[in-house]
């Protein structure tokens, strides 16, 4: 599929009077604007393109999907306002993620590793909108409370993990696909849990938002196949955040680079 077949299939899926449509066919992005609202969104075709190639039976179902619950959330946000407290979560993204939105407002941030930081986001239901300062104000909150919310409610979701066993290597999933599995990186209980589980070297990965890796890391290939896991994630995931891992040890997180048959050096495997 090419970048403008694309287009028109968007046009055809979404409804092509409800928006402005803008193409640079030079740089293949496309800005849609919603008629009503006069907000919109701006798209990069290739990552979308390449997604299809490799998923052409959902990846195109799927943006579909995430464009119409944005546009959704943003009608229901000019008709109701915003409101909520308990619907307030904090998501990690990558630290190259743009800190302003389109408008020029600054995002609420906390800083979080070298690869990662901390958004918030008001949870309007099949989507959320990340938090800038701009709407603190009708949200009836000062910063410092948003952020206290967001770490108490993020504790309180969910935390069934799947496991897999590789080489005598233990991994575990975080993987509710509800926009704040990487979030669960936040829960301290949670890891604390975990780290009472582990007989080697813990790992925790962020690959993507909709999932959260923990590595019970007992030998050499434990490191490969994990390195193997995040770039797979890294690369399909529709939120990329980082295809670094993170040794966690004493409530910290320390990144750590994995190359190929070796583990990380100056890592000792717990006996």
Known sequence: M?????V??????????RFSWDF?????????????????????????????QNNPDTALDEAVYTINETFTAMEREAEEGFSGEGRIYPVIRSTSFPVESKEGN???TTDHTAETRIFYALDLGQTYRLIDESMLDSLGLTDQALKESARFRVKQLPTDVKTDEVAGNIYYFVNNNDGYDASRILNEPFLKEMEQKIEG????????????????????TGYDVLAQLTMHYFTVGRVPVTSLSFIYENGELEPIFILAKNRPEGKEEKE
């Open 2 to 6: 090419k970048a403008s077949e694309l």
């Open 106 to 108: 600054r995002f609420i």
């Open 201 to 220: 070297v813990m790992t925790v990965s962020v690959p993507h938002q909709d999932v959260l890796v923990i590595g019970d890391i007992r030998n050499d």
């Open 24 to 52: 640079d066919r030079q740089n293949n992005r496309l800005k849609m604007k919603h008629q009503t609202l006069g907000k919109g969104l701006e798209l990069s075709l290739p990552p979308l393109l390449a997604k299809i």
């Open 8 to 17: 028109r299939e968007l046009k055809q899926r979404l409804g092509e009077d």
